[in-house]
Nanobody
Framework: QVQLIESGGGLVHTGGSLTLSCAPSGRTYNMLYMGWFRQAPGKEREFVSAISWSADSTVHADSVKGRFTISRDNAKNTVYLQMNSLKPEDTAVYFC??????????????????WGQGTQVTVSS
C-alpha cells in the first residue's frame, strides 16, 4: 500500500559527501514525518535524522549534527539527507522510514510505520 524507495547510496572517501533521497508511493496522505535510520552489520538500527512533513521541525542524532542535513520537497513527496564530512563510522545501510501515528517526530524504530529497502553507504578510510 505504501512504498518508500531510497536512492543515492554509494562509496565515498573520508570527508566526502553523498545525498540520499526517499520517494514514497501509494497512500501517503497520512504520513506525518519521515526520517532516516542506519544499521551496520551486527549493530542495532540507529536513528539518524527526521523531519515533519508539514512543518519545519527536525530531529538529528548527536553523531551527525553539523554534518548531515535533512530536507523535504512537498511537491515531489521526497525527503533528502545531505551527508557531508563523512566518516568511516557512517558506513551502514541507510533506511528511509515514515511515521503516521504521532504528531511529534519519533527517534525510535517502533515509532515508524513504513520502511524502505535500504541503500548502502560506504565511507573508506
Amino acid at each position: 500500500q505504501v512504498q518508500l524507495i531510497e536512492s543515492g547510496g554509494g562509496l565515498v572517501h573520508t570527508g566526502g559527501s553523498l545525498t540520499l533521497s526517499c520517494a514514497p508511493s501509494g497512500r501517503t496522505y497520512n504520513m506525518l514525518y519521515m526520517g532516516w535510520f542506519r544499521q551496520a552489520p551486527g549493530k542495532e538500527r540507529e536513528f539518524v535524522s527526521a523531519i515533519s512533513w508539514s512543518a519545519d521541525s527536525t530531529v538529528h542524532a548527536d553523531s551527525v549534527k553539523g554534518r548531515f542535513t535533512i530536507s523535504r520537497d512537498n511537491a515531489k513527496n521526497t525527503v533528502y539527507l545531505q551527508m557531508n564530512s563523512l566518516k568511516p563510522e557512517d558506513t551502514a545501510v541507510y533506511f528511509c522510514a515514515a511515521g503516521s501515528r504521532r504528531l511529534r517526530i519519533g527517534a525510535h524504530p517502533y515509532e515508524y510505520d513504513y520502511w524502505g529497502q535500504g541503500t548502502q553507504v560506504t565511507v573508506s578510510s
